[in-house]
């Protein structure tokens, strides 16, 4: 197995969005925001080769929507899904297997392209996606809050072209979905967001999402605003940290714009911040 970070390319979004009830004067340590309020954050995807199968976790937001839609978000950067890929030595069409942890806009808008004026077709013609039936349901279905964030453009073409197939959910952890691949669900940011992770040469690697977004997130209380049910993400976060502390986890960052990776330690404040390293370290 083979692993390649893809840098999609960057965005702002508002600090106070991200860090929930926590005052600025305390994630702004971390997390520095601008003269606006907005922080820096990448859209930091993960391909991974393993034997015939070559899958992406994750494709970005992608370069189709209006320019009226990306001023809202201050894309900046040199990265791109296609760029990232051919950087790795490959091309679109070898990619087997595009995995979406979840169906928000900035994780999966760089699966579909625009065809035509108000034609949509996926980028990876040649590749199987995946979700799983209960994500799939609250995305296409959605409620007011995450509305916003489901686009049918970056949905309903995945599943009209017949590519789309879903992971089995089987409680909160589904063994051995791919090879050397597990699947853990969690609940509170989104329904059924599917978290991978990757058994790799004795090291557990998860790739976080949006359980985690950054090593900013890493204290309990520091809850996105945008979790529709930050509740059952304080649960879900103290049971993760606990287990990726005892078991070594390496903690893949998709949305932090300066750390790839981390791992974490027990401290007398709780679970904190170990140490930052780019994935090419334990490659």
Same mark, same amino acid.
């Given at each position: ?7 999609? *390319? ?9 860090? *929930? ?17 907005? $922080?820096? #954050? ?65 994780? $999966? ?26 994500? #799939?349901? #609250? ?48 609940? *509170? ?71 790839? $990776? ?22």
């Amino acid at each position: 197995m083979i692993l390649h970070p893809i840098d999609t *390319g960057n965005f702002k979004l508002d600090g106070g969005a991200m860090f *929930g009830v926590v005052p600025q004067t305390i994630w702004s340590r971390t997390n520095p925001p601008d003269a606006n309020n907005m $922080c820096s #954050w990448s859209m930091r995807c993960l391909l991974i080769e393993d034997g015939d199968r070559l899958m992406l976790v994750d494709t970005g937001i992608g370069d189709k929507q209006s320019e009226k839609f990306f001023s809202y978000y201050y894309m900046f950067g040199d990265g791109s899904l296609k760029g990232g890929i051919e950087k790795a030595g490959f091309s679109l069409d070898d990619i087997t297997d595009v995995f979406l942890t979840h169906l928000h806009f900035d994780h $999966c808008g760089g699966a579909i392209q625009r065809i035509g004026e108000s034609g949509f077709a996926p980028v990876f013609k040649n590749a199987t996606y995946w979700s799983n039936e209960r994500h #799939w349901k #609250w995305a296409t279905e959605p409620n007011q809050r995450e509305k916003a964030s489901f686009l049918s453009e970056n949905i309903l073409p995945i599943q009209e072209s017949g590519q789309l197939k879903f992971v089995n959910r089987e409680g909160d952890l589904t063994k051995n979905v791919f090879n050397d691949i597990d699947v853990m669900f969690v609940d *509170g940011h989104t329904d059924s967001q599917q978290l991978p992770i990757i058994n790799y040469k004795g090291k557990k690697i998860v790739f976080m999402a949006d359980l985690l977004p950054s090593v900013g997130h890493i204290p309990l209380a520091y809850v996105m605003g945008y979790d529709t049910r930050p509740l059952i993400t304080l649960g879900e976060k103290d049971a993760f940290l606990r287990k990726a502390v005892e078991e070594e986890y390496v903690l893949f960052l998709e949305h932090d714009h300066v750390n790839q $990776c981390c791992t974490l330690k027990n401290t007398d404040r709780g679970v904190r911040l170990d140490r930052t390293f780019d994935l090419k370290e334990i490659l």
